[in-house]
Protein backbone atom coordinates (compact mmCIF):
# COMPACT_ATOMS: atom_id res chain seq x y z
CA UNK A 1 0.00 0.00 0.00
CA UNK A 2 2.69 2.49 0.67
CA UNK A 3 4.25 1.93 -2.50
CA UNK A 4 0.91 2.71 -3.94
CA UNK A 5 0.69 6.20 -2.29
CA UNK A 6 4.04 6.51 -3.30
CA UNK A 7 3.58 6.35 -7.13
CA UNK A 8 0.40 8.95 -5.95
CA UNK A 9 2.54 11.26 -4.65
CA UNK A 10 4.64 10.62 -7.54
CA UNK A 11 2.21 11.51 -10.03
CA UNK A 12 0.91 14.33 -7.83
CA UNK A 13 4.51 16.22 -8.61
CA UNK A 14 3.32 18.15 -12.30
CA UNK A 15 0.31 19.99 -10.75
CA UNK A 16 3.45 21.31 -8.16
CA UNK A 17 5.92 21.99 -10.92
CA UNK A 18 2.98 23.63 -12.68
CA UNK A 19 2.33 25.71 -10.30
CA UNK A 20 5.58 26.66 -9.60
CA UNK A 21 6.01 27.69 -13.09
CA UNK A 22 2.98 29.80 -12.98
CA UNK A 23 4.45 31.60 -9.69
CA UNK A 24 7.88 32.57 -11.10
CA UNK A 25 6.26 34.29 -13.84
CA UNK A 26 4.39 36.08 -11.42
CA UNK A 27 7.42 36.89 -9.77
CA UNK A 28 8.70 38.38 -13.18
CA UNK A 29 5.82 40.36 -13.50
CA UNK A 30 6.48 41.61 -9.87
CA UNK A 31 2.84 40.60 -8.31
CA UNK A 32 2.64 40.61 -4.42
CA UNK A 33 2.77 37.37 -2.71
CA UNK A 34 4.53 34.91 -5.09
CA UNK A 35 7.61 34.66 -3.38
CA UNK A 36 5.62 33.64 -0.42
CA UNK A 37 3.38 31.44 -2.53
CA UNK A 38 6.44 29.39 -3.50
CA UNK A 39 7.90 28.92 -0.13
CA UNK A 40 4.27 27.90 0.89
CA UNK A 41 4.89 25.21 -2.02
CA UNK A 42 8.38 24.57 -0.62
CA UNK A 43 7.24 24.13 2.63
CA UNK A 44 4.41 21.58 2.27
CA UNK A 45 6.93 19.22 -0.24
CA UNK A 46 9.77 19.51 2.58
CA UNK A 47 7.08 18.00 4.94
CA UNK A 48 5.58 15.31 2.42
CA UNK A 49 8.87 14.46 0.78
CA UNK A 50 10.90 11.91 2.91
CA UNK A 51 7.38 10.60 4.40
CA UNK A 52 6.83 9.49 1.25
CA UNK A 53 9.99 7.90 0.54
CA UNK A 54 11.84 10.96 -1.65
CA UNK A 55 14.25 12.55 1.06
CA UNK A 56 15.92 14.71 -1.92
CA UNK A 57 12.22 16.43 -1.97
CA UNK A 58 12.16 17.30 1.26
CA UNK A 59 16.49 18.17 1.45
CA UNK A 60 15.58 20.70 -2.30
CA UNK A 61 12.60 21.99 -0.57
CA UNK A 62 14.23 23.02 2.58
CA UNK A 63 16.76 24.91 0.69
CA UNK A 64 13.87 26.87 -0.93
CA UNK A 65 11.44 27.37 1.81
CA UNK A 66 14.54 29.04 4.15
CA UNK A 67 16.62 30.70 1.35
CA UNK A 68 17.74 34.11 1.15
CA UNK A 69 16.02 36.36 -0.83
CA UNK A 70 19.60 36.40 -3.06
CA UNK A 71 20.06 32.62 -3.60
CA UNK A 72 15.92 32.06 -3.81
CA UNK A 73 15.68 31.35 -7.68
CA UNK A 74 18.54 29.41 -8.01
CA UNK A 75 17.64 26.98 -5.02
CA UNK A 76 13.52 27.53 -6.47
CA UNK A 77 15.18 26.25 -10.31
CA UNK A 78 17.54 23.44 -8.27
CA UNK A 79 13.98 22.24 -6.78
CA UNK A 80 12.34 22.30 -9.95
CA UNK A 81 15.43 20.12 -11.50
CA UNK A 82 14.23 17.67 -8.73
CA UNK A 83 10.84 17.51 -9.35
CA UNK A 84 10.74 17.10 -12.94
CA UNK A 85 13.46 13.96 -12.29
CA UNK A 86 11.79 12.23 -9.99
CA UNK A 87 8.31 12.91 -11.72
CA UNK A 88 9.83 11.03 -15.01
CA UNK A 89 11.10 8.17 -13.62
CA UNK A 90 8.86 5.89 -13.79
CA UNK A 91 7.94 3.54 -10.66
CA UNK A 92 7.94 -0.48 -11.30
CA UNK A 93 6.44 -3.18 -9.76
CA UNK A 94 3.37 -3.32 -7.13
CA UNK A 95 3.21 -3.56 -3.80
CA UNK A 96 1.69 -6.19 -1.26
CA UNK A 97 -1.73 -6.06 0.21
CA UNK A 98 -1.26 -5.41 3.83
CA UNK A 99 -2.96 -8.06 6.05
CA UNK A 100 -5.96 -6.41 7.91
CA UNK A 101 -4.95 -6.00 11.68
CA UNK A 102 -7.67 -7.38 14.14
CA UNK A 103 -9.76 -3.80 15.29
CA UNK A 104 -9.35 -2.42 18.47
CA UNK A 105 -12.46 -2.14 19.22
CA UNK A 106 -12.32 -1.13 22.69
CA UNK A 107 -11.03 2.39 21.53
CA UNK A 108 -12.44 5.10 20.01
CA UNK A 109 -11.88 6.05 16.83
CA UNK A 110 -9.19 8.23 15.90
CA UNK A 111 -9.88 11.69 14.49
CA UNK A 112 -7.26 13.14 11.33
CA UNK A 113 -7.32 16.78 10.45
CA UNK A 114 -5.27 17.28 7.90
CA UNK A 115 -5.65 18.94 4.03
CA UNK A 116 -3.18 16.96 2.20
CA UNK A 117 -5.78 13.83 1.08
CA UNK A 118 -2.29 11.89 0.36
CA UNK A 119 -1.02 12.52 3.97
CA UNK A 120 -4.51 11.31 5.21
CA UNK A 121 -3.83 8.43 3.18
CA UNK A 122 -0.94 7.56 4.60
CA UNK A 123 -2.07 8.03 8.12
CA UNK A 124 -5.08 6.05 7.75
CA UNK A 125 -3.10 3.13 6.20
CA UNK A 126 -0.25 3.32 9.08
CA UNK A 127 -3.02 3.41 12.15
CA UNK A 128 -5.19 0.60 10.34
CA UNK A 129 -2.97 -1.89 9.89
CA UNK A 130 -2.67 -2.00 14.01
CA UNK A 131 -6.20 -2.24 14.18
CA UNK A 132 -7.31 1.14 14.58
CA UNK A 133 -10.60 3.22 13.82
CA UNK A 134 -9.62 6.55 11.47
CA UNK A 135 -12.18 9.37 11.04
CA UNK A 136 -10.45 12.09 9.25
CA UNK A 137 -11.98 15.73 8.57
CA UNK A 138 -9.64 18.23 5.89
CA UNK A 139 -9.80 22.02 8.18
CA UNK A 140 -9.69 22.63 11.61
CA UNK A 141 -12.97 24.11 11.73
CA UNK A 142 -14.40 20.41 10.90
CA UNK A 143 -12.11 18.49 13.54
CA UNK A 144 -14.22 21.35 16.60
CA UNK A 145 -16.97 20.81 14.79
CA UNK A 146 -16.52 16.97 14.87
CA UNK A 147 -15.52 16.97 18.15
CA UNK A 148 -18.32 18.72 19.47
CA UNK A 149 -20.79 16.13 17.86
CA UNK A 150 -18.94 12.66 18.40
CA UNK A 151 -16.36 11.46 20.97
CA UNK A 152 -12.72 10.66 19.72
CA UNK A 153 -9.98 8.68 21.48
CA UNK A 154 -7.18 10.64 19.98
CA UNK A 155 -7.02 13.68 17.64
CA UNK A 156 -4.01 13.90 15.20
CA UNK A 157 -3.95 17.38 14.12
CA UNK A 158 -2.61 19.55 11.10
CA UNK A 159 -1.56 23.23 11.96
CA UNK A 160 -1.57 24.72 8.04
CA UNK A 161 -4.79 24.11 6.74
CA UNK A 162 -7.92 25.95 5.42
CA UNK A 163 -10.81 27.90 7.26
CA UNK A 164 -9.31 27.31 10.39
CA UNK A 165 -5.66 26.43 11.13
CA UNK A 166 -4.40 23.87 13.56
CA UNK A 167 -3.41 26.21 16.61
CA UNK A 168 -7.11 27.62 16.88
CA UNK A 169 -8.79 24.39 16.56
CA UNK A 170 -6.43 23.19 19.44
CA UNK A 171 -7.31 26.47 21.77
CA UNK A 172 -10.90 26.05 20.87
CA UNK A 173 -11.13 22.28 21.57
CA UNK A 174 -9.01 22.89 24.79
CA UNK A 175 -12.26 24.91 26.27
CA UNK A 176 -14.06 21.67 26.73
CA UNK A 177 -11.62 18.59 26.75
CA UNK A 178 -8.60 18.34 28.74
CA UNK A 179 -5.39 15.98 27.61
CA UNK A 180 -6.87 13.08 29.51
CA UNK A 181 -10.32 13.78 27.78
CA UNK A 182 -8.72 13.92 24.48
CA UNK A 183 -5.01 13.53 24.05
CA UNK A 184 -3.86 15.68 20.82
CA UNK A 185 -0.95 14.88 18.76
CA UNK A 186 0.27 17.60 16.09
CA UNK A 187 1.94 16.47 13.17
CA UNK A 188 2.74 19.43 10.97
CA UNK A 189 5.57 20.89 8.87
CA UNK A 190 6.63 23.71 11.73
CA UNK A 191 9.52 23.14 13.19
CA UNK A 192 10.66 25.96 15.09
CA UNK A 193 10.97 26.28 18.46
CA UNK A 194 8.56 29.17 18.63
CA UNK A 195 5.63 26.70 16.75
CA UNK A 196 6.83 23.82 18.69
CA UNK A 197 6.52 25.43 22.08
CA UNK A 198 2.91 26.86 20.77
CA UNK A 199 1.75 23.23 20.31
CA UNK A 200 2.69 22.52 24.05
CA UNK A 201 1.14 25.51 25.27
CA UNK A 202 -2.04 25.42 24.02
CA UNK A 203 -2.68 21.70 25.40
CA UNK A 204 -0.79 19.41 22.44
CA UNK A 205 0.12 15.61 24.06
CA UNK A 206 3.14 15.73 21.69
CA UNK A 207 4.48 17.34 18.75
CA UNK A 208 5.90 15.73 15.56
CA UNK A 209 7.18 17.48 12.83
CA UNK A 210 7.34 16.46 9.11
CA UNK A 211 8.51 14.85 7.39
CA UNK A 212 8.32 11.79 9.82
CA UNK A 213 8.18 7.85 9.38
CA UNK A 214 4.50 6.30 10.11
CA UNK A 215 6.01 3.65 12.10
CA UNK A 216 7.18 6.23 14.74
CA UNK A 217 3.91 7.55 14.29
CA UNK A 218 2.16 4.99 14.96
CA UNK A 219 4.39 4.46 18.23
CA UNK A 220 3.46 7.70 19.64
CA UNK A 221 -0.19 6.88 19.32
CA UNK A 222 0.16 3.91 20.96
CA UNK A 223 2.30 5.26 23.72
CA UNK A 224 -0.65 8.18 24.08
CA UNK A 225 -3.64 5.69 24.04
CA UNK A 226 -1.43 3.40 26.53
CA UNK A 227 -1.78 0.17 24.43
CA UNK A 228 0.96 -2.20 23.44
Known sequence: MFEELKEQYRQSLP??????KILLQDIRAAKPDAEAQLRQIAHTL???GATFGYPEISSAAKEVEYATTEDFLKLLANLTRVLVSIESTQVGGSAKAATPAVAKKSLLPILVAEDDDLMVSLIRQQLLSDGLRVEYVNNGA???GAIQRHKFSLLILDVQMPIMD??????RIRVKNDKDQLPVIMLTGLRSENDVARGYELGA?????KPFDPEALLAKVKAVLKIG
Do not use: P, Q, R
Open 166 to 171: GFEALS
Open 142 to 144: AAV
Open 46 to 48: HGS
Open 205 to 209: NDYIT
Open 15 to 20: DKISAI
